[in-house]
């Protein structure tokens, strides 16, 4: 195990905020780089892009298997990610567009930990609390 590895954040952007063929390509690269080549499983939602012919080819080339989270349950599976992740990725979205200049890097840890302070920071607890509320329906 490489802490200096496991420690690097890799982040994907681009101007229109939409994922395409180029970024899912590169994920699939992470991912077989970071196991090694070994056989994997990715997953990711139903999202159009991730479902072209092209993108299964190129995971099951790099001996990944796709396995797709089924459609519109992200909210009753990750209520946190919808209510939680998707406040904090609007708040980070600009700082780290200015670091990024909307290309494809690495970003350090120390940078995303940064950019994430700032903007946990500046989040509303109330979106927290609801959230957990929700998720475990207390």
Same mark, same amino acid.
């Given at each position: 195990f490489n802490l200096d590895e496991a420690t690097k954040i890799i982040s994907y952007v681009n101007k229109t905020g939409y994922v395409t063929a180029k970024i899912v390509k590169s994920i699939i690269?992470?991912?077989?780089?970071?196991?090694?080549?070994?056989?994997?499983?990715?997953?990711?939602?139903?999202?159009?892009?991730?479902?072209?012919?092209?993108?299964?080819?190129? $995971? #099951? /080339?790099?001996i990944i298997h796709i396995v797709y989270v089924p459609a519109r349950q992200t909210?009753?599976?990750?209520?946190?990610?919808?209510?939680?992740?998707?406040?904090?990725?609007?708040?980070?979205?600009?700082?780290y567009e200015k670091v990024c200049n909307f290309d494809i890097k690495e970003m350090t840890y $120390? #940078? /995303?930990?940064e950019c994430f302070m700032k903007c946990s920071n500046d989040m509303d607890t109330s979106i927290i609390q609801s959230a957990f509320k929700e998720a475990f329906s207390l």
């Open positions: 690269d992470d991912v077989h780089r970071k196991s090694n080549g070994q056989l994997s499983i990715l997953v990711i939602d139903k999202c159009t892009v991730h479902r072209t012919k092209s993108i299964v080819v190129y $995971a #099951t /080339s790099k909210s009753k599976l990750q209520p946190l990610d919808v209510k939680v992740f998707g406040a904090l990725k609007r708040c980070f979205r600009p700082y $120390a #940078t /995303s930990y």
